[in-house]
């Protein structure tokens, strides 16, 4: 039972190098998301999508862009990367019920830009 | 100011003891409340939604007091396996999608 996996789960990048941090999610889940976590922050909303084909901003979107491939897919994207971005960055999805939601969280992925 | 606020602890208890967190919230549109635990290097798990009315789940009770924008959480007779950082969040839609977090309370139970 895979729930959400998120690929790679560690990364070193040199300041200005691209890469794509990978999701998927396999609840068939409308919803997903990306956050990145940071000491002394919490987690906080990159980007979202409520559904196959749509995509909006969260809190912190500059430095990045998302792709909702299908259903199952939305990967997150540093064009070029900065010693800011270092962190750990979670996927999630959720499915909208009536009852309300539960948001199941991927187990991460460390970061570090130098 | 932050949109959700938790003292960040840490809160050493020894094993029995009760803790209580409080989280603060500053967007009166928030519409769910939730509890998150997060062990070390790990993802968020969700421990318990919050209604209004409180809710209890085992030695965890949480609640809500709007009046106030404040969500707690309690927990009795700690055990060493509460240790984890908790996390308060809330979201603007009835469905609880697209939360809002503070920063954790890191809690440690000592033998």
């Known amino acids: 039972n895979a729930g959400v996996t998120q690929t790679p789960k560690f990364q070193v990048l040199k300041t200005g190098q691209s890469m794509t941090l990978q999701c998927a999610q396999d609840?068939?889940?409308?919803?997903m998301y990306w956050y990145r976590q940071d000491p002394g922050m919490g987690l906080r909303l990159i980007y979202y999508?409520?559904?196959?084909?749509?995509?909006d901003k969260g809190e912190v979107p500059n430095g990045y862009n998302v792709s909702r491939l299908n259903k199952r897919e939305f990967s997150l994207r540093l064009e070029s990367a900065a010693p800011s971005q270092t962190s750990v960055y979670f996927c999630?999805?959720?499915?909208?019920?009536?009852?309300?939601?539960?948001?199941?969280f991927g187990e991460g992925s460390w970061l570090t830009v130098v | 100011r932050k949109e959700v606020e938790q003292d960040p602890g840490p809160f050493n208890v020894p094993e029995g003891a009760t803790v209580a967190f409080n989280c603060t919230y500053s967007?009166?549109?928030?519409?769910?409340f939730f509890w998150y635990r997060q062990d070390c290097r790990k993802e968020p798990k969700l421990l318990m939604s919050?209604?209004?009315s409180g809710n209890e789940d085992g030695r965890f009770t949480a609640q809500l007091n709007r009046a106030s924008q404040y969500i707690s959480l309690l927990i009795r007779d700690s055990k060493l396996s509460d240790s984890a950082t908790y996390l308060c969040?809330?979201?603007?839609?009835?469905?609880?999608?697209?939360?809002?977090f503070g920063e954790g309370t890191q809690l440690t139970v000592n033998p």
């Open positions: 969040a809330t979201a603007k839609e009835t469905s609880g999608s697209r939360l809002t």
């Open positions: 967007n009166s549109a928030s519409q769910s």
């Open positions: 919050v209604y209004s």
């Open positions: 999508s409520a559904s196959e084909g749509t995509t």
């Open positions: 609840m068939n889940h409308n919803s």
């Open positions: 999630a999805s959720s499915v909208s019920r009536a009852s309300g939601n539960t948001i199941y």
